[in-house]
């Protein structure tokens, strides 16, 4: 019942494509045909900010909300933040399997951004409410509290996540249209990030510095704002492509990241990213230990966002003037060349601060690049892949994107530390409340190479995986166009199946009709015929009749 | 059947990691032991070989500039009590600054030629602090042709402040010994503006915790009070504040050339941290104890030999 609903949901996306084709489009133009509307794009960048603002409210002010206002020890937080990355580890695939099994009248993503949005706002609100915790009172009730609804905020986040990631991949089969969606959308998250950061600095200012309930207001408003923007995104944006027919078993989704090569290779090379990641994380340390003054953060990291936004903006230009794997090699290398260029200037004397936060504005561009192109590689393996085999798994495509993700950040804060010792830094004391030690000057060194030099040489590994990397721009043109002919053939035996079946009803009917008309023809004729026997046998019946009643008999006879 | 088997390997495997980890597992009192046997090894050694580094480098004509910080707050900052916060609302921070060039002309001889003192503001002392050439930088307001032999000061300096003398009892091995917490001798890569390369890193830290009564608190005094000064152990050892009035962390970095046994540059740093009554958090007003650095100290001397 499920497949037929959604086969007439698929007729109906289908179909005008099908007519258009028919009048002489080639495989390219085929191709290169628009799927998506506006309300396409505008609805899931929503959906895509309101994903982003409660990530980045949970990430960005959890940890303090815990520790300062709340007042459990740091070391508990920490040890449930690594309980919970150990976690997802688990969740985050067996979701993606979840998406992957699931056919629906609304699609296999769709369903969970409807059923998983309120319980996800409503939770996120939950965590920030002071009022619960003080009403606790023991710290062993208010820790409990918190790894209960940590964790299962950790499974929403995988239940609603995972679904979003893999819209685009199914919202439109032309390329182009995914890069425009993956980067207006990315660049709305970027923005929604950062929403967080602006409703505490204007609640602090309401509430004249009340943390507790500045917290809980930010949280009511993304919490509230969050799970709207989620489910008119889920509500207006469409599947347009049909998931197979076969719904993959739970252990085929879990080997599908090593019988698909090509997303292996995607998925090692995105791992070997995360030293990318050292550039944004040790502005803090850069700022404050290097340049004593904290508040330079924010003149660090602004330019960088922006730059990074600029750069999800250029992607899909750039995408169109090279295929997705020169164009990951090109930013990868332009952001090495330009942390080189930085690390140098500064080992020659050029240390003033405005002139590195200007130099990163031009560092960071790439950055954005590369958060956008991957996933389009994501979505090019799932082409690649349905080519190949004829199943399609964006599930468990993008819950690995997302683990990947994790991974790469579970990585970075490892290397990071060791880094960190490496060059001899000198830890804040954990129980001083706002410690600064001076660093060495060879630790002040060693920051500055984490922020520039190393991220720049390390990052360049990234590459290795993707020279083996067989999806570039001729290979996927060819294997869009097959997909494209394939989905046009589905399509044409979808109608034929539709345009036979009606053939063979109108002949049923035709025949019922003639055989009808046959039998009303044979039953008035043996009524004619019984009349006239049953006349003939009446007038045999009286002899003697007038000559007046013998004519009419005769006439009739002649008749 | 698989699944009876998969189960079977799951069971096993589970028991064999908790039978590893149990045997793995030490007491936190052993940990701690073990922890203190190893640092003290590591002191010993490390102190041993820095000591003969200083004495390569003080049987050595070089010169160096270098400067001295000393970094305190305005107003003097109180403990407070569990009725009144003790972090006062005016903590400006000062600091005070020093310049000096030296001129180490032969063995155990030494002649200060230059001394600058001046009082800046931590923005214009990071500023210079962060330049190498130092002495350039600073007005001078006050200068003074100053010699001393055979290591002891012959001359009155700011607040009595003799930098050899300084360097030489931050690496007194008993000293460093006796209050050592880590040390640390690695192998580094360093690259700086005229690229050297292969250069080491040694660092060695010291701790002293004073009690209310301004004693020095050692680890061996609290095993004998019985008091619970410790909590923990490690790089993380934290204190109960309520018997430990404040507390100094001292920090001896020095980078020299593996080759040539030549020390390039060493640099210290003091902190002087006190405990003081402050709000638990932001949901419970209650005042309960924290601590924070009430003043520090730092050097930074780069030796260039002839």
Not at chain 2, 39 to 66: G, I, P, R
Not at chain 2, 266 to 294: M, W
Request: aromatic share 12%; with cysteine.
């Amino acid at each position: 019942m499920e497949e037929n609903i959604q086969q007439e949901g698929l007729a109906e996306e289908v179909m005008p494509i099908q007519e258009e084709t028919s009048g002489g489009m080639s495989d390219e133009e085929l191709a290169n045909k628009k799927y998506l509307k506006p309300r396409d794009y505008v609805f899931f960048s929503l959906a895509q900010f309101a994903s982003s603002a409660v990530t980045g409210l949970v990430q960005g002010y959890l940890l303090f909300f815990y520790t300062v206002c709340v007042g459990i020890p740091a070391t508990q937080v920490g040890v449930m933040f690594l309980v919970s990355k150990v976690f997802d580890g688990l969740d985050d695939p067996t979701m993606g399997v979840i998406v992957d099994k699931t056919r629906s009248k609304w699609g296999k993503m769709r369903p969970f951004l409807f059923f998983g949005a309120i319980p996800w706002g409503v939770l996120t609100i939950i965590m920030f409410m002071p009022g619960i915790y003080s009403a606790m009172g023991s710290t062993t009730a208010k820790v409990a509290f918190m790894w209960i609804t940590y964790l299962l905020y950790s499974i929403l986040g995988s239940v609603v996540g995972i679904p979003l990631q893999g819209l685009p991949a199914v919202a439109s089969p032309n390329t182009d249209e995914r890069a425009k969606i993956i980067s207006i959308s990315r660049i709305l998250g970027s923005i929604g990030e950062q929403s967080a950061l602006v409703l505490i600095t204007l609640f602090l200012l309401i509430t004249n510095n009340d943390y507790p309930n500045s917290y809980m207001l930010m949280a009511l408003v993304i919490g509230v704002l969050g799970p709207i923007f989620m489910l008119l995104g889920a509500k207006f944006i469409k599947e347009r492509l049909e998931p197979t027919d076969r719904t993959p078993s739970t252990l085929e989704g879990f080997k599908y990241l090593f019988k698909n090569k090509q997303f292996l290779l995607l998925i090692c090379s995105n791992l070997l990213t995360f030293f990318r990641n050292f550039v944004s994380a040790m502005i803090i340390y850069v700022v404050s230990y290097i340049y004593n003054n904290g508040s330079l953060q924010i003149i660090f990291a602004l330019p960088g966002a922006i730059a990074s936004m600029i750069g999800m903006m250029i992607a899909p230009k750039l995408r169109k003037m090279m295929d997705s794997k020169k164009l990951f090699v090109f930013a990868t290398i332009w952001h090495s060349v330009a942390l080189a260029v930085i690390f140098f200037i500064y080992l020659i004397g050029g240390t003033w601060w405005w002139l590195i936060a200007i130099m990163m504005f031009a560092a960071m561009i790439p950055v954005g690049i590369l958060n956008v192109i991957p996933h389009l590689m994501a979505t090019d393996t799932l082409d690649y892949w349905e080519d190949k085999t004829g199943d399609r798994c964006e599930g468990i495509t993008f819950s690995l994107m997302s683990l990947r993700s994790k991974v790469s950040s579970g990585f970075k804060d490892y290397v990071m530390s060791y880094l960190l010792v490496y060059f001899g830094f000198s830890q804040a004391l954990p129980f001083l409340s706002d410690h600064t030690p001076v660093q060495s000057d060879f630790t002040k060194f060693g920051l500055f190479a984490i922020y520039t030099i190393i991220p720049a040489v390390l990052n360049l590994v990234s590459i290795v995986p993707i020279l083996f990397y067989k999806l570039s721009g001729k290979k996927m043109a060819e294997i869009q166009g097959r997909l494209a002919v394939k989905r046009l053939e589905d399509a044409k035996k979808l109608e034929g199946m539709a345009v036979e079946a009606e053939t063979d009803i109108y002949s049923v009917v035709a025949e019922q009709a003639v055989v009808e008309d046959i039998e009303k023809e044979v039953e008035t004729a043996k009524n004619m015929a019984e009349a006239t026997v049953t006349e003939v046998s009446e007038v045999e019946a009286k002899p003697k009749r007038t000559s007046k009643s013998k004519k009419a008999a005769d006439e009739k006879e002649d008749k | 059947m698989k699944k009876k088997l998969i189960l079977i390997v799951s069971l096993v495997l589970m028991v064999c990691i908790l039978a590893t980890a149990f045997v793995g597992c030490k007491s936190a009192e052993e940990k701690e032991n073990d922890y203190y046997a190893e640092n003290t090894a590591a002191v010993k050694e490390n102190t041993q070989k820095l000591t003969s580094l200083m004495d390569k480098v003080f049987a050595t004509n070089w010169k160096s500039s270098f400067v001295y910080a000393y970094t305190y707050y305005s107003k003097e900052i109180v403990r407070g009590s569990t009725q009144s916060a003790g972090w006062p609302e005016d903590n400006e921070e000062r600091t005070k600054f020093m310049a000096f060039d030296v001129d180490y002309t032969d063995a155990e001889n030494y002649t200060i030629k230059t001394i600058v003192f001046k009082e800046v503001s931590r923005e214009d002392y990071v500023k210079n602090i962060d330049s190498k050439k130092y002495r350039e930088k600073f007005e001078q307001e006050k200068t003074l042709e100053y010699a001393v032999s055979q290591g002891v000061a012959s001359g009155e300096l700011y607040e009595g402040f003799n930098p050899i003398a300084y360097i030489l009892a931050n690496i007194n091995a008993e000293y460093i010994t006796a209050n050592g917490l880590t040390a640390s001798d690695n192998f580094r890569l360093y690259l700086n503006d005229s690229f050297k390369l292969s250069n080491h890193f040694m660092r060695i830290e010291t701790r002293a915790v004073y009690d209310g009564e301004g004693n020095t608190v050692t680890r061996d005094d609290n095993v004998a009070s019985g008091k619970k000064y410790w909590s923990g152990y490690g790089e993380d050892i934290s204190y109960n504040w309520n018997n430990v009035y404040s507390m100094d962390n001292n920090r001896l970095t020095v980078l020299y050339t593996k080759g040539s046994q030549k020390v390039d540059s060493v640099e210290i740093y003091n902190e002087n941290i006190l405990a003081y009554y402050t709000e638990n958090n932001k949901v419970d007003k209650s005042l309960v104890l924290k601590a924070d650095v009430v003043a520090f100290e730092e050097m930074v001397v780069e030796f260039d030999y002839e």
